[in-house]
């Protein structure tokens, strides 16, 4: 049941930041003529995955209380959960939010509302995470802030992404609107990527630095190939900031041809540091 919960919780990092990068990215760009129509009903099932994705996951941490993965989705065991622990109540904040999201979404426009509510519930993960639960007790909301942090750059990265692909495919339209979005998301992505790296650092000092404890091998591997690929993000980035981009600006064909496919890449890479992220948070960081 580790890897189904594991895909659960994949599956709702990549929808809740789905809808709020995109949302956060649209919200700056109506100026531009974008407005984000086409993403509505994508948008829509998004909010709902993450609403149905964060139930799954409620049951799966009951089961894992409970010690019976079955009691997991008894009424009885979820209600105790939900009354009595920290965990309960942090989900029960993101439920609302997370119905008021799906609400927001099938409606068009407003889209500043729909990022701060995504964000909210993105946010409240930190409380519940590896890097929050690290540690000595008293900077536990610090270290919770951090890992929210890293969570919201990484959502408007991965939601911003998804919102350059319906202007690329299946061909570049309005080259000029698309040089316009893309350098707007380049310039808030280059703040978010910095902030993410300096907050996904201190979350690796944090979970892993934890004294007269060893590192789990497995989680440290999966760690390693996260960053690798997130270098690799990074790469993509800076070459469609400095070289692409310009060049497409320049009315370079071969650029227009090759933004399409970075930006699938980089998507491609995100997805699966989203995969891994999932499975990261049902492992151990240490053992004894």
Known sequence: MTVLFALVRALH??????????????????GIGVTGERLRKPLVWAAVVALTTALLGLCFVTGEMTGDFAFGFAP????????????GHVFLARAMLLVGLALLCLGSGRHA???????????????????????????EYLRAAIDALHLLCAGFWIGGLAVLVPELLPRIGDAARLVALLRLFSRWGAVSVAVLIAAGTANAVLILDVPGMRWSDTYVTWLAVKIVLAGLMVALALTNRFGVLPALARGDSEAGDTIPLTVLAELGAALLILLIVGFLGVIAPMQM
């Open 113 to 139: 509302a729909k990022a701060v509510v995504a964000g909210a519930a993105l946010a409240l993960l930190g409380l519940t995470s590896h890097a929050a639960a690290a540690g000595s007790p008293r900077f």
């Open 13 to 30: 990092f990549a929808s809740l930041t789905s809808v709020f990068g995109a949302a956060a990215l649209l919200a700056q760009s109506a």
């Open 76 to 87: 009885s065991a979820i209600a105790t959960v939900v009354t009595s622990t920290a965990y």
